[in-house]
Protein backbone atom coordinates (compact mmCIF):
# COMPACT_ATOMS: atom_id res chain seq x y z
CA UNK A 1 0.00 0.00 0.00
CA UNK A 2 1.42 3.23 -1.02
CA UNK A 3 2.69 5.49 1.73
CA UNK A 4 0.90 9.02 0.57
CA UNK A 5 2.82 11.24 3.03
CA UNK A 6 6.36 9.84 1.67
CA UNK A 7 4.99 9.89 -1.98
CA UNK A 8 4.25 13.94 -1.50
CA UNK A 9 7.51 14.39 0.27
CA UNK A 10 9.78 12.29 -2.38
CA UNK A 11 7.52 14.53 -5.68
CA UNK A 12 7.40 17.98 -3.54
CA UNK A 13 10.54 18.21 -2.35
CA UNK A 14 13.10 15.68 -3.34
CA UNK A 15 11.92 15.85 -7.29
CA UNK A 16 10.51 19.24 -7.62
CA UNK A 17 12.72 21.48 -5.12
CA UNK A 18 9.89 22.82 -3.15
CA UNK A 19 11.41 23.39 0.98
CA UNK A 20 10.27 20.52 3.03
CA UNK A 21 8.52 23.28 5.58
CA UNK A 22 6.34 24.39 2.75
CA UNK A 23 5.95 20.79 1.53
CA UNK A 24 4.69 19.78 4.85
CA UNK A 25 2.63 22.25 4.99
CA UNK A 26 0.61 21.42 1.45
CA UNK A 27 0.95 17.79 2.75
CA UNK A 28 -1.17 19.17 5.47
CA UNK A 29 -3.42 21.18 3.57
CA UNK A 30 -4.03 18.00 1.33
CA UNK A 31 -4.50 15.50 4.24
CA UNK A 32 -6.80 18.00 5.32
CA UNK A 33 -8.81 18.62 2.16
CA UNK A 34 -9.11 14.97 1.71
CA UNK A 35 -10.02 13.77 5.23
CA UNK A 36 -13.43 16.44 5.53
CA UNK A 37 -16.41 14.98 6.89
CA UNK A 38 -18.73 14.74 4.15
CA UNK A 39 -16.25 12.56 1.62
CA UNK A 40 -16.93 8.80 2.19
CA UNK A 41 -15.49 7.90 -1.21
CA UNK A 42 -13.25 11.15 -2.33
CA UNK A 43 -11.11 10.36 0.53
CA UNK A 44 -7.03 9.65 1.27
CA UNK A 45 -7.94 6.18 0.35
CA UNK A 46 -8.94 6.93 -3.08
CA UNK A 47 -5.31 8.67 -3.88
CA UNK A 48 -3.83 5.26 -1.96
CA UNK A 49 -6.12 2.91 -4.27
CA UNK A 50 -4.65 5.35 -7.26
CA UNK A 51 -1.38 5.26 -6.47
CA UNK A 52 -1.20 1.57 -6.13
CA UNK A 53 -2.63 1.56 -9.93
CA UNK A 54 -0.09 3.73 -10.58
CA UNK A 55 2.72 2.32 -9.53
CA UNK A 56 2.10 -0.63 -11.71
CA UNK A 57 2.27 1.08 -15.08
CA UNK A 58 4.89 3.63 -13.70
CA UNK A 59 7.18 2.20 -16.17
CA UNK A 60 4.97 3.15 -19.26
CA UNK A 61 4.52 7.29 -18.44
CA UNK A 62 6.57 9.73 -20.18
CA UNK A 63 6.40 11.52 -16.81
CA UNK A 64 5.66 10.31 -13.64
CA UNK A 65 6.06 13.35 -11.82
CA UNK A 66 3.13 15.06 -13.26
CA UNK A 67 0.94 12.12 -13.11
CA UNK A 68 1.77 12.11 -9.52
CA UNK A 69 0.88 15.62 -9.26
CA UNK A 70 -2.85 15.39 -10.95
CA UNK A 71 -3.74 12.41 -8.31
CA UNK A 72 -2.93 13.87 -5.32
CA UNK A 73 -4.92 17.34 -6.64
CA UNK A 74 -7.72 16.64 -8.61
CA UNK A 75 -10.10 15.88 -6.04
CA UNK A 76 -8.63 18.14 -3.31
CA UNK A 77 -11.68 20.36 -3.89
CA UNK A 78 -14.79 18.22 -3.40
CA UNK A 79 -18.20 19.52 -2.45
CA UNK A 80 -20.87 17.28 -3.59
CA UNK A 81 -23.48 19.87 -3.89
CA UNK A 82 -21.38 22.27 -6.33
CA UNK A 83 -20.86 21.61 -9.93
CA UNK A 84 -16.88 23.35 -10.21
CA UNK A 85 -14.96 21.26 -8.01
CA UNK A 86 -12.54 19.95 -11.11
CA UNK A 87 -11.76 23.95 -11.81
CA UNK A 88 -11.44 25.02 -8.33
CA UNK A 89 -9.16 21.78 -7.75
CA UNK A 90 -7.19 22.45 -10.89
CA UNK A 91 -6.76 26.58 -9.61
CA UNK A 92 -5.33 25.03 -6.11
CA UNK A 93 -2.64 22.94 -7.99
CA UNK A 94 -2.01 26.46 -9.78
CA UNK A 95 -1.41 27.96 -6.41
CA UNK A 96 0.68 25.67 -5.39
CA UNK A 97 2.99 25.66 -8.38
CA UNK A 98 2.92 29.74 -7.53
CA UNK A 99 3.46 29.30 -4.25
CA UNK A 100 6.33 27.67 -4.20
CA UNK A 101 8.26 27.93 -6.92
CA UNK A 102 7.71 24.56 -8.16
CA UNK A 103 10.27 23.59 -10.50
CA UNK A 104 8.16 22.99 -13.64
CA UNK A 105 7.94 25.13 -17.29
CA UNK A 106 4.79 26.39 -18.30
CA UNK A 107 3.56 23.58 -20.57
CA UNK A 108 3.83 21.06 -17.60
CA UNK A 109 1.73 22.86 -15.39
CA UNK A 110 -1.01 23.67 -18.40
CA UNK A 111 -0.97 19.96 -18.61
CA UNK A 112 -1.98 18.98 -14.74
CA UNK A 113 -4.66 21.54 -14.85
CA UNK A 114 -5.29 20.33 -18.15
CA UNK A 115 -5.83 16.71 -16.49
CA UNK A 116 -7.51 17.48 -13.35
CA UNK A 117 -10.50 19.04 -15.54
CA UNK A 118 -10.48 16.08 -17.83
CA UNK A 119 -11.93 14.65 -15.15
CA UNK A 120 -15.30 16.04 -14.87
CA UNK A 121 -16.76 14.24 -17.99
CA UNK A 122 -13.94 11.28 -17.92
CA UNK A 123 -14.65 11.65 -22.04
CA UNK A 124 -11.13 11.48 -24.32
CA UNK A 125 -11.82 11.55 -27.95
CA UNK A 126 -9.16 9.02 -28.72
CA UNK A 127 -7.68 5.70 -27.36
CA UNK A 128 -4.11 5.78 -26.36
CA UNK A 129 -1.13 5.55 -23.95
CA UNK A 130 -0.20 9.07 -23.26
CA UNK A 131 0.03 9.92 -19.69
CA UNK A 132 -3.51 11.82 -19.50
CA UNK A 133 -4.69 8.23 -20.35
CA UNK A 134 -3.25 6.58 -17.74
CA UNK A 135 -4.17 9.13 -15.30
CA UNK A 136 -8.11 8.81 -16.39
CA UNK A 137 -7.90 5.20 -16.79
CA UNK A 138 -6.48 5.02 -12.96
CA UNK A 139 -9.34 7.23 -11.72
CA UNK A 140 -12.08 5.44 -13.12
CA UNK A 141 -10.33 2.03 -12.14
CA UNK A 142 -12.75 1.21 -9.32
CA UNK A 143 -15.41 0.46 -11.73
CA UNK A 144 -14.17 -2.52 -12.21
CA UNK A 145 -13.75 -3.29 -8.59
CA UNK A 146 -14.99 -6.78 -7.48
CA UNK A 147 -18.67 -7.38 -6.58
CA UNK A 148 -17.94 -6.18 -3.11
CA UNK A 149 -15.23 -3.70 -3.35
CA UNK A 150 -18.07 -2.47 -6.16
CA UNK A 151 -20.88 -2.34 -3.43
CA UNK A 152 -18.64 -0.63 -1.23
CA UNK A 153 -17.82 2.28 -3.98
CA UNK A 154 -21.62 2.91 -4.82
CA UNK A 155 -22.53 3.18 -1.00
CA UNK A 156 -19.80 5.38 -0.57
CA UNK A 157 -21.01 7.98 -3.01
CA UNK A 158 -24.60 7.79 -1.59
CA UNK A 159 -23.39 8.44 1.09
CA UNK A 160 -21.68 11.49 0.14
CA UNK A 161 -25.00 12.87 -1.26
CA UNK A 162 -27.30 11.70 1.23
CA UNK A 163 -28.39 15.64 0.86
CA UNK A 164 -30.34 14.58 -2.55
CA UNK A 165 -33.64 12.78 -1.67
CA UNK A 166 -33.74 9.35 -2.94
CA UNK A 167 -35.77 9.27 -5.64
CA UNK A 168 -33.90 11.73 -7.09
CA UNK A 169 -30.75 10.23 -6.63
CA UNK A 170 -31.90 6.83 -8.00
CA UNK A 171 -32.80 8.83 -11.01
CA UNK A 172 -29.53 11.05 -11.52
CA UNK A 173 -26.86 8.49 -10.38
CA UNK A 174 -29.30 5.35 -13.01
CA UNK A 175 -28.30 8.41 -15.72
CA UNK A 176 -24.95 8.79 -15.31
CA UNK A 177 -24.15 5.20 -15.21
CA UNK A 178 -26.63 4.45 -18.59
CA UNK A 179 -23.97 7.24 -19.96
CA UNK A 180 -20.90 5.43 -18.78
CA UNK A 181 -22.10 2.16 -19.93
CA UNK A 182 -23.11 3.23 -23.82
CA UNK A 183 -19.80 4.30 -24.46
CA UNK A 184 -17.88 1.58 -26.08
CA UNK A 185 -14.58 1.86 -24.59
CA UNK A 186 -14.81 3.02 -20.23
CA UNK A 187 -11.22 3.03 -20.75
CA UNK A 188 -8.44 4.69 -22.91
CA UNK A 189 -5.43 2.39 -22.61
CA UNK A 190 -5.25 -1.23 -23.58
CA UNK A 191 -4.24 -2.80 -19.97
CA UNK A 192 -7.02 -0.99 -18.33
CA UNK A 193 -9.36 -1.59 -21.01
CA UNK A 194 -8.91 -5.59 -21.03
CA UNK A 195 -8.36 -5.56 -17.18
CA UNK A 196 -11.66 -4.11 -16.21
CA UNK A 197 -14.25 -2.67 -18.88
CA UNK A 198 -16.28 -5.98 -19.10
CA UNK A 199 -16.22 -5.92 -15.35
CA UNK A 200 -17.35 -2.35 -14.94
CA UNK A 201 -19.96 -2.51 -17.12
CA UNK A 202 -21.54 -5.39 -15.58
CA UNK A 203 -21.09 -3.75 -12.09
CA UNK A 204 -22.67 -0.62 -13.04
CA UNK A 205 -25.37 -2.69 -14.92
CA UNK A 206 -26.32 -4.44 -11.78
CA UNK A 207 -26.43 -0.74 -9.81
CA UNK A 208 -28.47 0.58 -12.70
CA UNK A 209 -30.81 -2.51 -12.25
CA UNK A 210 -31.39 -2.41 -8.18
CA UNK A 211 -31.63 1.97 -9.01
CA UNK A 212 -34.56 1.56 -10.81
CA UNK A 213 -36.54 -1.70 -9.42
Known amino acids: ?32 QYSESHRYYHTLNHLIEMFDHFNGHKTKLSDPDLVSLAIFFHDIIYDPKKSDNEEKSAEVFVQYTTECSVNLKEDEISKVKDWILLTKTHQVKDEGSEDYHYFLDIDMAVLGRKDKGYKEYADQIREEYKHVPEKEYKTRRSKVLS ?5 DRLYSTQEFFDSYDNQAKENMGKEIAILTE
Not at 4 to 20: A, F, I, N, P, Y
Not at 179 to 183: A, D, P, Q, T
Open 1 to 32: MTDLKQCWMTLSHDRLGVSEEKTLNWWKDIQS
Open 179 to 183: NFCKR
